[in-house]
């Protein structure tokens, strides 16, 4: 592979990007980093740039001034708004190698309605569903009336992930029906409904590379949704995430190998679909069977956390592998050791919370890795400005011994409200 160094800009301010910044960095191919806006942590593996990643001319600017050689687009929105076909539609910038799908590819996260659509085409299991939209709101109304609860709802578009409901009865699943399309609950996003089988088992998370051809599969992880102990309270963005899964075994990934990954890759292939960037996979284990509960077309937060931490293989060169075409030809390397992170939040979150608390305490963790989330300078200090404020990930022999490392930490920051759930990992 080559052996120029590779300017990057790496677009995104979370715990992912922060996360994604230092393993570029850590990349003896990385030439100069530029993470736009970047965040307090990103500061330390690189060049924080104040554009924001839907600003595709500011992208444009960052890109020609400092000659870009990669463009990682770390959240969805940039990909879904077509930030890759921007890219390659301009003369001066289509060189640039972008890690991530087309327009059309991004929109298997972009729309659940597509992304159900190619599961089906394409024979991937996932959930019985319908669609329905304003024009047949009254069928749907007495379609929810025959569906036995839970009832999945999810609206079709990006909601900041906040747009799935859980109703636990009929009643329930009417009133969000009614908010999300008469109301506008989750505006454009919430245009089309999708009414989903609601599918009992337990989740995880796959990763893939993929050139378009071949792929390579990145550690698993299970992140921990739930703001409250015991997986209970409103649904955040992740309260701490664990690698490897431990139910994740051989004749399970297999099957995932098998009957997902494969028909997903082989069907963007088979629909002229351009993709070469991450493929996750949000899944979910019924019985001992693997079940599909959406895609996103980027990696995920917090799992990003532990899964780029026990990547053995060198990101870039795997990037530059993808823009090859040689993924197919390339071993990737899962460490032996356990990954845990624990995320510490806002009080408040994921409702109404405060920003502009100062953090003290970083310089007192010892043995694992901070990774910045929702921070920023403000003078000499490093303050709050997020729900999730910053995510610790801690290697160990197994997942108690990494986790515990990460809550010995986790205890010497502090900030007015910090919160965090000491229950990670408490299935295992």
């Not at 109703?167 to 009614?178: S, V």
């Not at 899962?334 to 405060?354: E, F, I, R, T």
Request: charged share 20%; net charge negative.
């Amino acid at each position: 592979m080559s052996a120029k160094k590779q300017n990057i800009l790496l677009l995104g301010a979370g715990g992912r990007e922060c996360t994604l910044a230092w393993k570029l960095k850590n990349s003896p191919l990385c030439g100069n980093l530029y993470i736009s806006p970047g965040n307090a942590g990103t500061s330390a593996y690189g060049t924080n740039l104040s554009v924001a990643v839907l600003d595709f001319e500011g992208i444009r600017k960052i890109c020609t001034d400092h000659q870009i050689d990669i463009l990682l687009p770390g959240p969805e929105d940039p990909l879904v708004a077509g930030i890759y076909d921007f890219i390659k539609a301009d003369p001066l910038l289509q060189h640039i190698i972008v890690a991530g799908p087309s327009k059309e590819g991004a929109q298997l996260e972009g729309s659940k309605a597509f992304s159900k659509k190619f599961m089906e085409r394409h024979n991937i299991p996932t959930a019985a569903y319908r669609e329905f939209t304003a024009d047949n709101y009254d069928q749907g109304i007495e379609y929810l009336k025959t569906c036995p609860s839970p009832i999945v709802l999810k609206a079709d578009g990006l909601a900041a992930g906040k747009g799935v409901v859980i109703a636990q009865n009929t009643a329930e699943a009417l009133d969000a029906f009614r908010s999300m399309l008469r109301d506008r609950q989750f505006g454009d996003a919430g245009s089309k409904v999708v009414i989903e089988q609601f599918l009992d088992g337990i989740e995880l998370s796959v990763f893939v590379l993929t050139d378009g051809t071949g792929y390579v599969i990145l550690p698993a992880a299970k992140d921990y949704k739930r703001i409250g102990e015991g997986d209970t309270g409103l649904n955040t963005g992740g309260m701490g995430a664990i690698s490897p899964v431990p139910f994740a075994d051989e004749v399970f990934m297999r099957k995932v190998t098998d009957r997902i990954i494969n028909p997903t890759v082989n069907g963007l292939k088979a629909e002229n679909i351009t993709y070469q960037g991450f493929i996750f996979f949000g899944l979910i284990k019924v019985g001992n069977e693997p079940y599909v509960i959406e895609y996103n077309c980027r990696m995920g937060d917090p799992e990003t956390e532990v899964v780029m931490p026990r990547l053995d293989n060198d990101l870039i060169d795997l990037m530059l592998s993808m823009h090859a075409g040689t993924l197919s030809q390339v071993t990737v390397h899962h460490s032996q050791q356990a990954a845990g992170a624990v995320m510490l939040v806002s009080g408040g979150y994921p409702g109404d919370y405060a920003k502009g608390k100062v953090i003290t305490g970083i310089e007192n963790v010892n043995g694992s890795m901070v990774f910045h989330a929702g921070t920023t300078v403000r003078g000499t200090d490093t303050v709050t400005s997020g729900g999730r404020v910053i995510a610790i990930t801690s290697y160990g022999d197994d997942i108690k011994q990494a986790l515990a490392a990460s809550y010995t930490n986790a205890a010497r920051i502090h900030y007015e409200g910090r919160y965090y759930r000491t229950d990670i990992g408490w299935e295992f």
